[in-house]
T-cell receptor
Framework: KQEVTQIPAALSVPEGENLVLNCSFT??????LQWFRQDPGKGLTSLLL?????REQTSGRLNASLDKSSGRSTLYIAASQPGDSATYLC????????FGQGTTLQVKP | NAGVMQNPRHLVRRRGQEARLRCSPM?????VYWYRQLPEEGLKFMVY????????ESGMPKERFSAEFPKEGPSILRIQQVVRGDSAAYFC?????????????FGPGTRLLVL
């Protein structure tokens, strides 16, 4: 049974810092891994999707990596801004998405 | 190209009533997924449907919940005799018919409140 874990559960950083969010999954048989952002009371915004054959994807200040053999993915956010404050979710696609519990990020001005 | 549409966005029901949640997939998408986010909990898979077929309902509660995706019209998630524990955000996602690993695009969700 696929299980997805995200560490840390919450993170508070000053503006401008670079930070790393971690995601681990127990079963390497995935199609892809996706990172989402969720603002309070809102829906999901897809940030990055990494296919199982890929190692990383980049979009602006975001970079996501995938290591299937170790069951890990990281989301790197460069030069964080207050507008980055949100909950970040990773999801492993096994044909359905298995979500982690999320990391709630607060970036202080 | 409109995204995934869900309605209503907010739904209030009293215990014992029925709730019907609708999801219109993106144009060209024939696969629909429903997920539930209970308060203070993560998103959980409920059901995966293709047109007129339920592919995987392993996440659906055994009673009171049903889903359909007819040949014409939106996908419907139906909750009969709602209880307070059904209060949650229900998200629908759709994907193209390329296979199980296709990217899923999410709708804005329906927030159900049971009084």
């Amino acid at each position: 049974k696929q299980e997805v874990t995200q560490i840390p559960a919450a993170l508070s950083v000053p503006e401008g810092e670079n930070l790393v969010l971690n995601c681990s999954f127990t079963d390497s048989a995935i199609y892809n891994l996706q990172w989402f952002r969720q603002d309070p009371g809102k829906g999901l915004t897809s940030l990055l999707l990494i296919q199982s054959s890929q190692r990383e994807q980049t979009s602006g200040r975001l970079n996501a990596s995938l290591d299937k053999s170790s069951g890990r993915s990281t989301l790197y956010i460069a030069a964080s801004q207050p507008g980055d404050s949100a909950t970040y979710l990773c999801a492993a696609n096994t044909g359905k998405l298995i979500f982690g519990q999320g990391t709630t990020l607060q970036v202080k001005p | 190209n409109a995204g995934v549409m869900q309605n209503p966005r907010h739904l209030v029901r009293r215990r014992g009533q029925e709730a019907r949640l609708r999801c219109s997939p993106m144009k060209g998408h024939s696969h629909v997924y429903w997920y539930r986010q209970l308060p203070e909990e993560g998103l959980k898979f409920m059901v995966y449907l293709q047109k007129e077929n339920i592919i995987d309902e392993s996440g659906m509660p055994k009673e009171r919940f049903s889903a359909e995706f007819p040949k014409e019209g939106p996908s419907i998630l139906r909750i009969q005799q709602v209880v307070r524990g059904d209060s949650a955000a229900y998200f629908c996602a759709s994907s193209s018919p390329g296979g199980a690993g296709e990217t899923q695009y999410f709708g804005p969700g329906t927030r159900l409140l049971v009084l």
